[in-house]
């Protein structure tokens, strides 16, 4: 996984935000999930349009004060996670 791969949302999930923490259900395995607010953030720039980690990594980078290194891992670690989750989906376009 990369910061050029670009990814969108699965349709098969539902997420609402609950006390400050986003939840994701899984409607085909029945699985929830939860995001903290940085978490949640990711997941909402997703959501809008399909996105490069990058263009998100650049976002999350202006919003929240954190090294960009320190950005980059978290992020990559996320999506591999969603990503294994099929939470998220590769978009080739």
């Known amino acids: 996984m990369q910061l050029n ?3 969108t949302v ?6 609402r935000e609950v006390n400050g923490e986003m939840v994701l ?3 085909n395995s029945g699985q929830y999930f939860g995001l903290d607010a ?4 990711i997941w909402q720039l997703l959501s809008d349009a399909p996105r490069t980690l990058a263009q998100i ?8 004060d954190a090294p960009r290194e320190r950005i980059e891992t978290d992020l990559l670690t996320l999506a591999k996670q969603l990503h294994e ?9």
């Open 10 to 15: 699965s349709d098969e999930v539902v997420a």
């Open 38 to 41: 940085v978490g949640g953030r």
């Open 85 to 93: 989750q099929e939470l998220i989906l590769s978009d080739a376009a």
């Open 5 to 7: 791969d670009r990814f």
């Open 57 to 64: 990594c650049d976002q999350i980078e202006s919003e929240f």
């Open 25 to 27: 259900l899984d409607l």
